[in-house]
């Protein structure tokens, strides 16, 4: 069965500090890995990864992808409280573009 | 901006009672699917539309979950007869084109069930 398996659950920081988030997956058919951030409500996507090594960057947050290890990490450099979340991570098959979430991370970043 | 709406954003049902929840995904969007997000869990797929089609209604956790989308727009999920491991955040996404990792979420449905 697929799954995706997220570490830690909850994180709690303070304004300044390097995060890093964890994720790793076991898929059947894998196409991409993707991670959102979840405010209050709506998903809102950051990066899609495909292949192995290439790290996608975006202002303080990045992310690279590890097929061999089957897993992903999450950075955030220089955390402000805006950034304090639910970070998901997600896998997405293709077959029928249904994602495959892990759990979340919980991220809290006290001024 | 026109993104995708959810109504209602918040209803209580008592238990037993049957609901209905609506999905406006963005104007011409061919994919949509329905998520269901219990309380410190990642959301979890229920079903996929393509246009009118129901594709993929693996996720859906018993048959008292119903969902349909009769001209390819709009989407209601049905729950009957609720339970309370029903409550839960529903989450509506559309995306352009067919099984496209693009999805863009609505703001959900939190369901309460007393």
């Known amino acids: 069965e697929d799954k995706v398996v997220q570490s830690p659950l909850s994180l709690v920081v303070h304004e300044g500090d390097t995060v890093t988030l964890n994720c790793s997956y076991e898929?059947?058919?894998?196409?991409?890995l993707l991670w959102y951030k979840q405010e209050k409500k709506a998903p809102t996507f950051l990066f899609m990864l495909?292949?192995?090594?290439i790290e996608k960057k975006s202002g303080r947050l990045s992310s690279i992808l590890d097929k061999k290890e089957l897993s992903s990490i999450l950075n955030i450099t220089a955390t402000q409280t805006g950034d304090s979340a639910i970070y998901l991570c997600a896998q997405y098959s293709g077959n029928t573009g249904k994602l495959i979430f892990g759990q979340g991370t919980t991220l809290q970043v006290k001024p | 901006g026109a993104g995708v709406s959810q109504s209602p954003r918040y209803k209580v049902a008592k238990r037993g009672q049957d609901v209905a929840l609506r999905c406006d995904p963005i104007s011409g969007h061919v994919s949509l699917f329905w998520y269901q997000q219990a309380l410190g869990q990642g959301p979890e797929f229920l079903t996929y539309?393509?246009?009118?089609?129901?594709?993929?209604k693996s996720g859906l956790p018993s048959d008292r979950f119903f969902a349909e989308r009769p001209e390819g727009s709009v989407s209601t999920l049905k729950i009957q007869r609720t339970q309370q491991e029903d409550s839960a955040v529903y989450l509506c996404?559309?995306?352009?084109?067919?099984?496209?990792?693009?999805?863009?979420f609505g703001p959900g449905t939190r369901l309460t069930v007393t």
């Open positions: 898929v059947t058919n894998f196409r991409s």
């Open positions: 539309f393509q246009n009118e089609a129901q594709l993929d």
């Open positions: 996404a559309s995306s352009l084109e067919r099984s496209s990792y693009e999805q863009y």
């Open positions: 495909t292949s192995s090594g």
